[in-house]
C-alpha cells in the first residue's frame, strides 16, 4: 500500500451557527461559536488518515495558540508532521465560518499557508505507488514543484482546485486525478453551470477542461452523487439521502477518502463510491476536521 501526502493548508475553524445567513448589512443572532481544525489539506490529511492510509502532512503553522492547538490535534489522528513547519511572523491559517439551514459561507485567511514553497514539497520521499495530493489553498507554484516531483516519483497526483482560481495548462498537465464540483467546473471551463444540470452538460464541460485522453476528472454532485470522466469512460455513482447537519469539509473528505483508496489500488469506481459513502457521513456531523469518519464507519455503511 502506498501512502498519501497531502500539501496544503491548516485553519482553525471559528464557526459560527445562526437560523439563517444574514443579507449585505444586517446583523443576525447566532446561537454559538465553535472552534474547529480546518483548512482543506488538513481536512483532506485527517480524512486519508483516518480511513487506513499512511498519511504525511506539508505545509506551515503560525508559532501561536491556533497552531499549537492544530499540531496536537494532527498529530492525535496518525499524522506524520515531520514535514511540517512553524513561523514566528505570522499567524496560523484562519476561517471564519457561518453556519445557517445546513449551508455554509466561509471567509479565509492564508497566513502561514501563503508560506508554504517549493522548497516545503521537493524534500519528500515520494516514491510509486503513492499519491500526492493539493488543492488551491496554499501557492499554486509550490504546487507545481510538488507534482513536478511526484511525477519523477511515479507517483499518483490528485488535485482539488479549489477555491477556484484560474491554473496554467502546464499545471493541468502535471494531474492525473481532478476533484471538483459543478461550480468550480464551470469556472475553470469556461462554462455556465448549476446544480440542476444534467449529465450530458457536466460531461461536456468536463471533456473540454480535460489535458490528456487519459486523465481522470472527478465531478462532486451533492446529494447527486459523483460523475467521473476516466479518460473517455464516463462513471456515475449515486449519492446517498442523509439529513445533512453541516456541509463544511464534505469535498475534503471526498478527496481525503479518494486518495487513500487510490494508494491502497483499489479500483476507481469502487473507491469513488467508498469516498461519495465517506462524505455523506461528514456531513452528519459538525465541524470540518472533527466530521472525517473511520474506516469501520464507511465500511458498514457499505
Do not use: W
Not at 86 to 91: G, L, R, S
Not at 259 to 271: M, N, S, W, Y
Request: hydrophobic share 50%.
Amino acid at each position: 500500500m502506498g501512502r498519501v501526502f497531502v500539501a496544503g493548508s491548516i485553519n482553525m475553524d471559528v464557526v459560527a451557527a445562526a437560523d439563517r445567513h444574514p443579507k449585505v448589512g444586517e446583523t443576525v443572532a447566532g446561537r454559538q461559536v465553535l472552534y474547529f481544525p480546518g483548512g482543506k489539506g488538513a481536512n483532506q490529511a485527517v480524512a486519508a488518515s483516518r480511513l487506513g492510509a499512511r498519511t504525511t502532512l506539508i505545509g506551515r503553522l503560525g508559532k501561536d495558540s491556533f497552531g499549537a492547538e492544530l499540531k496536537t490535534f494532527l498529530g492525535d489522528q496518525g499524522i506524520d508532521l515531520g514535514y511540517l513547519q512553524e513561523n514566528v511572523e505570522v499567524h496560523t491559517g484562519t476561517a471564519i465560518i457561518t453556519v445557517a439551514e445546513a449551508d455554509n459561507t466561509i471567509v479565509v485567511i492564508p497566513g502561514a499557508n501563503a508560506l508554504v514553497d517549493a522548497d516545503d514539497v521537493t524534500v519528500v520521499p515520494l516514491v510509486k505507488g503513492d499519491v500526492a495530493v493539493s488543492q488551491f489553498e496554499i501557492p499554486l507554484p509550490t504546487i507545481a514543484a510538488f507534482f513536478l516531483r511526484a511525477r519523477s516519483a511515479q507517483a499518483i497526483t490528485l488535485l482539488n482546485p479549489a477555491p477556484a482560481q484560474k491554473m496554467s495548462s502546464e499545471l493541468l498537465a502535471l494531474v492525473d486525478v481532478l476533484v471538483l464540483n459543478e461550480t468550480e467546473l464551470g469556472f475553470l471551463a469556461g462554462v455556465e453551470l448549476s446544480e440542476d444540470d444534467d449529465p450530458a452538460q457536466i460531461i461536456d464541460a468536463t471533456r473540454r477542461l480535460q489535458a490528456s485522453k487519459d486523465q481522470t476528472i472527478c465531478v462532486t454532485l451533492g446529494k447527486r452523487g459523483v460523475l467521473a470522466l476516466v479518460g473517455q469512460q464516463e462513471i456515475f455513482v449515486p449519492g446517498r439521502m442523509v439529513k445533512a447537519v453541516d456541509t463544511t469539509g464534505a469535498g475534503d473528505c471526498f478527496v481525503g477518502a479518494l486518495a487513500a483508496q487510490l494508494a491502497d489500488e483499489v479500483p476507481l469506481r469502487a473507491a469513488l463510491a467508498f469516498a461519495n459513502t465517506a462524505a455523506s457521513i461528514s456531513v452528519q456531523r459538525i465541524g470540518a476536521g472533527p466530521s472525517m469518519p473511520t474506516a469501520a464507519e464507511v465500511a458498514a455503511v457499505l
